[in-house]
């Protein structure tokens, strides 16, 4: 992987788009170097002038939908469940908002020649989860054919929940939908479709983001399949840089402990976190 | 930059280009800072505590926001003195800023190991040691709580090296400034303070304490007002020079620490909140002289009107 530069500037609210009932879309403005970010990884937020919450947020990055004159507009999808989102939501345009990255470890692939064909592969959300998924989903777009065996899947309490599911359409992936209350897809959570679909087409690739025991889940179909899954895992955060050790996760190995998320992750192959059962 | 005022300040033995340093643990090993910040601007980098062996630390979660600071339990997780001897001392050599290596052990005989191991690296300007933690010989109470025993790891570091020894001192004692005078008649060449308070949160829902470890450090501006107070009580207790510490995020903050009695102070949680933080510092400090016409950091050392 090249050596990537870690900035940290200010970044003008440009847009922010309210998203289901409690998310937004906020597109900032934001110096050139984050066109460099790769799908996966993230970037934390603090806001000028407000020190309640004292620590910044990481949010990973949900697209780069615009790159122009030595700027470029970086995509951020979040859900308001505190007080630094609530302010987050209330910027108005032309706001400013302090931006710190690109941070940690993205989604990978395999390299391939432009000849060699895509094989399908699967990137499943779960509620905000998706945040990270459609950079995923745009950038292995570009790359090559969407598959015609590539689905994603999307999963949410209720009908509300599912974002960015026309997105995915729109890139020409099959989207599969579930809510818990069956306002929208299947009823039930989205590991149920997942796990009947899997034996029918072996992805090359599972990427998955959405809760930890959804991720536990997932890795589990993926390890019976034998098909390599990456998780997108979050935690509490301080530093964002790898400094302060706060953001440390659990391994499944005896000989490395821990891994910090916001340097080794947020993106995992699920097998080091987890043993399959 | 051209320096409009002169910001070095004399640490006993040692001059430092100004009176900003990064406090262990909140700067890594400096390097993570590369792109972030000019680390040839700063006074003094203490890279994050070191241990003869490699350390893990303690199971997650390790922190947790509280109000106007955070809490945390590391567990003091480093790649050990070896490792970072071999691979990032290197890279730090190349800036013109002293290096201080922060150091802890389980015994004293591993404090004095690791001052022996370091005694020997040209590179390293200093040693600060931390008497925080636990002395596991006596159930693990911490070092740093008792003023005869935190000397005796003081002198033992001070036997096997004839660098500048920083002693990090705790404030979860009844009289900082009964062990200050300890550790400065052990040998100490100067002190910081504070090191974080013990604390703790509980989830009300789960009933349990947020940090796995149930207990945690607490930094941040939250302490900054107990902090300030613990360096004025130190300074006046000892001759050697005092490094002040804690939830020091702005140039007044650390400005005040100053006219408190510290002849330096250390930056800590503010460079999570802000990577720049440090660079902030400085320059604030800078166009502070400027302003109140002051011409040079001993000026304002200790000047505190009673």
Redesign the interface.
């Known amino acids: 992987m090249t050596d990537q530069k870690i900035i940290q500037e200010n970044g003008i609210v440009v847009k922010t788009v309210p998203m289901g009932t409690d998310c937004r879309k906020i597109t900032l403005d934001s110096p050139e170097a984050f066109a460099e970010a790769r799908p996966g990884q993230f970037v934390t937020l603090a806001i000028a002038g407000m020190d309640t919450p004292l620590l910044r947020r990481p949010f990973s990055i949900h697209s780069i939908s615009g790159i122009k004159e030595g700027r470029c507009l970086v995509d951020i999808l979040f859900k308001v469940v505190g007080i630094f989102t609530k302010n987050l939501s209330e910027i108005k345009n032309q706001g400013r908002v302090n931006i710190l990255g690109p941070l940690g470890h993205g989604f990978t692939w395999p390299k391939k020649s432009r000849t060699e064909k895509s094989g399908p592969v699967v990137i499943i959300g779960g509620g905000i989860g998706v945040a990270p998924l459609l950079f995923l989903a745009q950038s292995l777009r570009q790359q090559r054919p969407v598959h015609e065996n590539s689905r994603v899947f999307i999963g949410g309490r209720t009908t509300s929940d599912i974002l960015c599911a026309d997105d995915f359409t729109r890139l020409g992936y099959k989207v599969i939908i579930s809510t818990d209350d069956g306002t929208r897809g299947e009823k039930g959570m989205i590991t149920t479709p997942f796990h009947a679909r899997l034996s029918d087409s072996r992805p090359e690739t599972i990427y998955a983001c959405g809760p930890m025991p959804m991720l536990k889940a997932v890795f589990e179909t993926a390890a019976e399949h034998k098909v390599p899954c990456q998780v997108s895992v979050e935690t509490v955060m301080a530093c964002g840089l790898g400094v302060c050790l706060g953001c440390a996760v659990k391994t499944s190995s005896d000989d490395i402990k821990f891994r910090h998320v916001c340097k080794d992750g947020p993106v995992f192959d699920a097998s080091e976190l987890w043993m399959a059962s | 930059m051209d320096n409009p005022v002169d910001l070095s300040t004399q640490l006993g033995s040692l001059r430092l280009k100004n009176p900003v340093l990064t406090a262990s ?4 090993y400096g390097i ?2 590369e ?2 910040v000019d680390l040839n601007r700063l006074g003094g980098i203490i890279v ?1 505590g070191l241990s003869l062996k490699p350390s ?10 509280t ?4 809490l ?1 339990s ?1 567990g003091l ?1 480093n790649i050990g003195v070896e490792a970072f001897i071999a691979e990032k001392l290197p890279i730090l050599e190349t800036y013109h800023t002293p290096v201080f290596a922060n150091i802890y052990g389980s015994s004293i005989e591993e404090y004095a190991a690791l001052a022996a191991r370091i005694d020997s690296v040209d590179s390293i300007t200093g040693l600060e040691v931390n008497i925080s933690c636990p002395n596991v010989k006596s159930g693990g109470v911490a070092f740093g709580i008792d003023a005869i025993v935190a000397a005796s790891v003081i002198r033992a570091v001070k036997k096997e090296t004839s660098k500048f020894v920083v002693a990090k001192l705790s404030p979860n004692v009844t009289s900082i400034a009964d062990i200050a005078s300890s550790v400065e008649d052990a040998g100490a060449d100067a002190v910081s303070l504070i090191n974080t308070i013990t604390g703790m949160a509980i989830d009300i829902r789960t009933r349990r304490p947020v940090l796995a470890n149930i207990t945690g450090g607490l930094s ?2 939250a302490i900054r007002p107990v902090a300030l107070r613990m360096v004025w009580e130190a300074a006046r207790a000892v001759k050697i020079p005092v490094i002040g510490i804690g939830g020091i995020v702005s140039a007044i903050d650390a400005i005040s620490f100053l006219i408190a009695g510290a002849s330096a102070v250390e930056v800590g ?1 503010a ?6 933080a440090c660079m902030d510092i400085i320059d604030g400090m800078e166009s502070f002289f400027a302003e109140e016409g002051i011409s040079s950091t001993a000026e304002i050392i200790g000047s505190v009107v009673l």
């Not at chain 2, 643990?25 to 890594?28: E, L, P, S, Y």
């Not at chain 2, 893990?56 to 926001?65: A, C, F």
């Not at chain 2, 460079?271 to 720049?276: I, K, T």
């Open positions: 643990g909140t700067f890594g993570e800072f792109s972030l994050k893990s630390g303690n199971p997650p979660p390790r922190i947790v926001e109000p106007c600071g955070m945390n590391i997780e941040g501006p949680t460079n999570f909140l802000n990577p720049g």
